[in-house]
C-alpha cells in the first residue's frame, strides 16, 4: 500500500482533516476521516492507523488550548467516558456496530437539525449530571467501536452556548484523554501490527499542520458561523451512520 497512489489521495486529506477538527471544529467533522480512508482499506485498519496520529495531535491540542476549557464538563463527562470505553473493549466482537450507528445516527440528526432550526431550550445551557453522564458514555462507546465519539459529545456541549474557542479546547481536552486510554485496549486486541505503526509514522507529520489550520480558522470564526458549522456536519455524519447502519442491517 506504501506505493498506492490512492492510499496518500485519501490518507492526506483525511488526516488533514482529523487535524483541523481537533484543532477546534469539533469531533463530529471528525467522523468524516475513518470513511475516507475506508476507501482504500477496511475501517478497522483505518481506525488503528489513526490512533497513534490522534494521539499526537491531541498532545497539540493539549498544549495550544491549555487553560481554555470548561472544566466543569470534563469533571462531568469524562468517568462516563471510560465507562463507555470499558464497555466498548468488553463487548468487542459481540456487539451489533450497525444498531449503534442507527442510533447515534438518529439522534445526531434529529439534534443538529433542531439546533439549525433555533429549536434550543434555555434550560440546557446549564450543566446537567446526568445528561453529561449518558453522553460521556455514549462519546466513550462510540469512540471505541464505531470511532463516532464526536456527534454524542457535541450533543452535550453545543446547547452550552460555550464560545467557539473553549467549545474547541474542552472538545480537545476530553478526546486527548479519551485517545491516550484506548490505546491500552487497542493494543490487546491486536489493531497495532508492524504495518499498521509504519503508516501511522508516514502521516504524523501532518498532525500538527492540521491542528494549526483548525486552530487559525476558529479564531477567525464568528459563533453564529461556527456553530452552524458544527450543526451542519451533524446532521450529514448523523444521516450517513444512518444510511450505513440500515445498509448493513439490510445487507
Do not use: C
Not at 40 to 64: C, K, N, Y
Amino acid at each position: 500500500m506504501f506505493s498506492d497512489p490512492a492510499f496518500y489521495f485519501v490518507s492526506i486529506p483525511a488526516v488533514l482533516l482529523y487535524g483541523i477538527a481537533k484543532g477546534g471544529f469539533g469531533g463530529a467533522v471528525a467522523v468524516l476521516a475513518v470513511p475516507l480512508m475506508a476507501l482504500v482499506m477496511s475501517p478497522t485498519q483505518a481506525a488503528a492507523i489513526l490512533l497513534p496520529i490522534l494521539v499526537v495531535m491531541d498532545a497539540f491540542v493539549v498544549r495550544t488550548y491549555w487553560g481554555v476549557f470548561d472544566r466543569r464538563a470534563l469533571q462531568l463527562l469524562l468517568p462516563g467516558a471510560l465507562v463507555g470505553i470499558a464497555v466498548g473493549f468488553l463487548t468487542a466482537g459481540v456487539m451489533d456496530d450497525d444498531y449503534m450507528r442507527i442510533l447515534v445516527g438518529l439522534l445526531s440528526t434529529a439534534f443538529g437539525l433542531q439546533q439549525l432550526l433555533g429549536f434550543t431550550a434555555r434550560a440546557s445551557r446549564t450543566h446537567n449530571p446526568r445528561a453529561a453522564a449518558f453522553f460521556g458514555t455514549l462519546a466513550g462507546f462510540t469512540s471505541f467501536s464505531i470511532h463516532a465519539g464526536g456527534p454524542p459529545l457535541t450533543m452535550y456541549l453545543l446547547p452550552k452556548g460555550l464560545s467557539p474557542l473553549l467549545f474547541a479546547g474542552t472538545a480537545g481536552l476530553f478526546f486527548a484523554v479519551v485517545n491516550v486510554v484506548k490505546l491500552v485496549p487497542y493494543y490487546w486486541l491486536g489493531q497495532f501490527s508492524t504495518s499498521n505503526v509504519l503508516y501511522s509514522l508516514l502521516l504524523v507529520p501532518l498532525a500538527p499542520l492540521g491542528v494549526w489550520i483548525g486552530h487559525e480558522l476558529v479564531k477567525r470564526s464568528p459563533a453564529v458561523f461556527y456553530y452552524r458549522v458544527i450543526s451542519f456536519f451533524l446532521v450529514v455524519l448523523g444521516a450517513r451512520l444512518l444510511w450505513v447502519g440500515l445498509s448493513g442491517l439490510v445487507g
